[in-house]
């Protein structure tokens, strides 16, 4: 079947059944009304009748907002052959991306190419709903034969909006592939445009690149080659370009990224990395409307002379920085306060390491940003950075509209000061801790802590006036929510409910 095969082509196989998470509202409402379609589905000697169910008298606009929150392409795929009204529903979301699939079975094999270029020429009329495709240079390396296919079904995807080309090769590939699918994207509506390879972009290909005038998103990612940052191309995308992402900023001179930013009032999302730290000031000067900015911090070389306020009113900042010392931090936090002069700040988030031990995120540098941002502070990530308990217990209280907060602290083997951490916490949804020097079971029985931390954490969702409804403790993830349930005389009555999930290493 065709939606299979696009199925296919995005979503690898398991190897054998896995758990699945907890069902969303979107997939029970999914698997009930299929349920109903089944049972209300009866024949009557050579007529069948079937009794309408909700779905069915769910205006068609609706639908499709519930289905957009299913993740799993899997479930998509189901609801596409549940009935007509699901299948109109669920289709331009399962074609919205396409992606090519390359699976190994063994290092003494090819991989296999598995392109959803197949299904688009086999059912052109489901190329009209396809936003964003993403192509991987190895399928020309392996196989060349299905590269005019390729090109044949892009061009058929009239509303294409975004396009992504990565080519992780490190023996390089021929950019001739790269180059025809330009010519493709000259004749689509495209608006975004990334672009990821180990080895950098000759001059030519950068040279076709610049024809591309009208678009919204930038985002270059190259490993090697020539640091690319839009010389000669932002004077060109300065009346669209809204977000950009430069991977490859090391080793070019301040002032010519800051002539070259200059260009593009617009933006609105900016990531940086490797660029002069001592530049970020400045380049904020150029950029009024700019909201994100993840950038990196390169130590005290990073005190600029230029004193004029930031023009931008940031409400999104990511600030990545190691140091071979502790000490290496004591100019960060003075310049994180110089980028944010105004309340704005909606959303922080500090990747800090160091090679010499902890970092600890001082209690001036909470008490100030609070002066700034109290009102507008809801987001605080700061995972790789340490944090003592009473320094979480002054963070929920000086930013009272905190939802959302992660980073790490020292366990303490006692749970009462956990829940003293977030007793003010009004507004707080979710909440991540990360563990250090994590107590050796002999001295907590396994059984005695795993209670301890459920009731803690039962107490700190429960708590009066509390909203705190996910909260993470080392690996393990507590979920809480209000069941309603049936009593033993048919009563219902509603009862809190917390499920545990343990995360596993990645790496493991």
Known sequence: MLLSDCHLATQPAPSKPSPRPRRTFAQSFVSRERRKYIIHSCRVGDMALTKPSVADCLPLDVLPLILEHLTDRRDLHTCAQVSKAFHHAATPLLYRTLDVRLTEYNKLQRPVVVHPSATILKRPEYAKYVRHVRENGAVGFHRPDLMADCRKALRLCVNLEGFTWSDDSAEGTDEGDFMSYL????????????????????????????????????????????????????????????????????????????????????????????????????????????????????????????????????????????????????????????????????????????????????RPFLLDMAQTHRDTLKHFTADSTQMTLKDIECLCTIFPRLETLSCSTVWSPETAPYEDAVRKADNLRELRININNWTPSHVHPEGARKAAIEQAVRNMMLREGSVLRVIAMGSSIYRGQWVCKKAEDGSSYLEFEITTNVVQDKWD
């Not at 290909?205 to 839009?230: H, N, Y």
Request: hydrophobic content about 45%.
């Open 183 to 362: 010519d493709v994207l000259q004749t689509l509506p495209l608006r975004e445009l990334v672009i990821r390879t180990f080895y950098g972009l000759s001059d030519t290909v950068w040279a076709r690149l610049q024809d591309f005038t009208a678009l919204t998103k930038v985002s270059i990612w190259c490993m090697e080659g020539k640091p690319r940052i839009l010389q000669g191309w932002s004077e060109k995308l300065g009346a669209s370009l809204t977000h950009l992402e430069l991977g490859r900023c090391s080793g070019v001179p301040a002032s010519i990224l800051i002539s070259v930013l200059a260009h593009l009032p617009r933006l609105r999302a900016l990531r940086l990395k490797g660029a002069p730290s001592a530049a970020i000031l400045e380049i904020l000067t150029f950029l009024p409307r700019l909201e994100t900015l993840d950038t990196e911090y390169f130590g005290a070389a990073a005190l600029s002379r230029y004193d004029d306020v930031p023009a931008a009113d940031l409400r999104e900042l990511t600030v990545r920085t190691s140091s071979v010392h502790i000490q290496g931090f004591q100019q960060l936090w003075p310049w994180i306060r110089r980028l944010t002069p105004r309340p704005s700040l909606e959303s922080f988030t500090l990747n800090a390491f160091s090679t010499q031990g902890e970092a600890f995120i001082p």
